[in-house]
């Protein structure tokens, strides 16, 4: 039916497991489509085919956590007209972010017998930290039909939607019986984007928040439901502290639990 | 009226089966009495209890014959009347044109078992819907409603100081109050008493005939809350600069749960969607939360961008200007948004601490 070329799609990699990536290899029936309506040119987790850009639509999964990848990302939003970071660490930083919190250099001379060998950051970041992005799909991983729905919307020209209600809002839609309150169950739906199809909360688990924070939230008053629960401010803070810990909304709400109640309330009058 | 013995209960369920009705009823699923499909009366919550309190709900075991001896869970007939995602249209690309695909047929429902609180709700979503949704209005009247009176309300519902329970006294085709060994049962509409003369009943005793009464003066008894609305709207317009708005915003999640049980709660979005090929094209409506900052994003900014405003926008439009609006309360009393906020944020205290300071903050209107 298109008159027009299809479409030059790239997808690469930076410090990341892959398995976002994956959700595109792995979009089945929706493949053959798939193939019909773009052109994946560099994707080298499927084809050694690789062609040089400019592409019109780069997929960027992994952090940025070596002065390498720093370099490469800015590469490739040179040659990007639209740049998508697809999954936690593109868009948080993921869990490897963990290592934020402690002194990278120890962990350089403890793992490697050769530590002048390493060159790294000293905090793994997400893309957005270098380059400017145009849309976030977040999860771990993010969601095949999120990602489909966002290259279909950019295919036929209009911006993807991509909600940033919680995902409450999308376990209700689904009729799951709430596990914090049937249950008594710690759960990040209530401060966490949807987008998962609340897949937690179906297995009667709750959410640990690998979407990321969703519209401004209210992880205060989560936390304290938290603490009533039975948890202590340490565990309470290491549920922030995940997947998506590095995510400022996370980070600091994991802060202010670890800094206590008293320093709290210290830290927010001026 | 007459009395149903519980072999007359288990027909007349399989009677709206035989008829072609899909039986929507109480059942248990993961920790809770759920609305769902059921296929008879094996299927109800039969010697199950509850216990409910803000942001906590557990089953209990009562160890007794009783099918609704329980306060109502999470749903409502609105997620089977309003569908949390429906698909509105779906158009494929043929030659030069766009064919579109309708829904296929849908059977009719049988709700079983909706309380009193439940069948007031489906009166309010009557005056959003009816004149304006075919979809809804199609399914509303193909559907038949057996009501079960509340005897357990539960510690968070307000049904009687709503006026909407919780004795059923309309919206039902059938009317049941749980009694040992059986029910009383009343029919209301043509359809309840054509339903009614299939299946075999006796006329109820004056003993039964009371039960009944009594029923009711136990359950308006037990209520655990209650709501004042002297002077709704009034009341809320004129504390909309209230000091509580800020205060209780500090507790909301904003996760929009409360407007998800709500059973009258009919904020929805309109999605369309495109498949990769360009051919087909869907429009799907979906559940969405006043709650939701997104909701209110319109012409490139958030209208309602501070959780207080949300959560005064939710309060006021449900008990004040729903008024306005529909003629009646946004509110039947059910209690949902109570059991099911995951921080336990009560309407019924909300309302009470802005009555109790009622001006603390004069709203000037020229």
Known sequence: ?270 | MRFLDHQGFERLLATLADDGYELVGPTVRDGAIVLDRIEGADDLPRGVGEEQGPGSYRLTSRGDGRYFAWAHGPDSAKRFLFPARELLARMRREGGAFAVETAPDERPIAFVGLRSCDLHAVAVQDRVFMHADPGYRRRREAAVFVGVDCAEPGATCFCASMGTGPRCTEGFDVALTELEGGFVVQAATPTGEALLARIETREATEAEVEAVAETERTAVAAMGRQMDEWDMPALLYRNRLHPRWKEVASRCLACGNCTSVCPTCFCHDIVDGVSLSGDVATRTREWASCFSEEYSWAAGAVVRASRESRYRQWLTHKFASWIDQFGTSGCVGCGRCITWCPVGIDVTEEVAAIRATDGEVEVVTS
Request: with cysteine; glycine share 8%.
């Open chain 1, 1 to 270: 039916m298109r008159e027009r070329a299809k479409p030059r799609v790239a997808v690469f990699k930076m410090a990341s497991c892959d398995g976002c990536q994956l959700q595109l290899l792995d979009a089945e029936e929706a493949l053959l489509e798939l193939a019909g309506a773009i052109d994946i040119v560099n994707f080298a987790e499927a084809s050694s085919h690789i062609e040089p850009g400019p592409y019109d639509v780069t997929l960027v999964e992994g952090s940025v956590s070596t002065p390498e990848l720093e370099e490469q990302v800015k590469q490739i939003r040179d040659q990007s007209r639209v740049l998508i970071t697809i999954g936690a660490c593109a868009t948080s930083g993921g869990v490897q972010a963990l290592r934020n919190l402690a002194d990278t250099e120890a962990f350089v001379r403890t793992v490697y017998p050769t530590p002048a060998y390493v060159k790294t950051l000293e905090r793994s970041h997400p893309i957005s930290d270098f380059v400017k992005v145009d849309y976030e799909l977040t999860g771990c991983p993010i969601d095949r039909g999120e990602l489909l729905g966002a290259l279909s919307a950019l295919l036929a020209g209009s911006a993807p939607r991509l909600s940033t209600s919680p995902v409450c809002v999308e376990c209700k839609r689904r009729g799951y019986v709430c596990v914090v309150v049937a249950r008594g169950e710690p759960c990040l739906g209530p401060v966490t984007r949807t987008g998962c199809g609340a897949l937690c909360p179906a297995f009667g688990r709750g959410c640990y928040g690998c979407f990321g924070p969703s519209q401004p939230p209210n992880t205060e008053a989560l936390a304290k439901r938290f603490i009533a629960l039975g948890l202590t401010p340490k565990q309470a803070a290491d549920k922030f502290r995940f997947i998506t810990g590095w995510a400022p909304a996370f980070r600091e709400a994991a802060d202010r639990l670890e800094r206590g109640p008293r320093s709290a309330k210290e830290g927010a009058t001026p």
